[in-house]
């Protein structure tokens, strides 16, 4: 009777073979991460579009007794109202992204030209899904390395060199990167000198 004796190709085949499995096994765990956080977020915008028209349904139902004069009285006290909502909310986000990127951005400011902040929402409480705005500064640094915090330092020089006087130069934005930027984007982006080379200023 005759052992099998397993070669060393065959070992090697199970390890790569177990390898790969392992491999397929941590890309599904991800997958399904995502997808949970994608369900929980569109979950969350459901809830709070459904709480915003039962808000709005009963503001109606309330109108509906009242006068003409006394109901647009009304109305322009809730469009005020959202008017100021939404300028603080604007304040809150912005205020949010800067903290979330220092420290992983060379310029924090930089995410509020780069994001999309109005996929960002500010909910009723005057919350903020963080965990959203470190992704989206994630990916904008998979896209753009050079805005990170630690190559910030290779870019603009060593210690020494600052000391000598060289000025940081702000990331300059080309004019495919002005297409996906809002108008409020583009004025802030202006700010912060990022147009100067398509201005032609040195």
Known sequence: MTEAVETTEDVETEEIAADEAEDAEEVVEEDAADGLKKALKAERALRRTAERE???LKAERENADKEPAEQALDQARREAAAEATSAANKRILRS???????GRLADPADALVYLDLDSFEVDDDGEIDSEAIED??????????????????????????????K????SQLSKDDLKKLTPAQIVEADRNGQLNALKGIK
Do not use: H, M, N
């Open 96 to 102: 949010e992204v800067r903290a979330i990127a220092k």
């Open 54 to 56: 039962a808000r709005d």
């Open 136 to 165: 989206a500064i994630s990916d904008l640094l998979k896209k753009k390395p050079y805005l990170g915090a630690d190559t910030g330092e290779k870019f603009r020089g060593g210690a020494d060199q600052g000391a000598r006087g």
């Open 167 to 170: 000025k940081e130069a702000p």
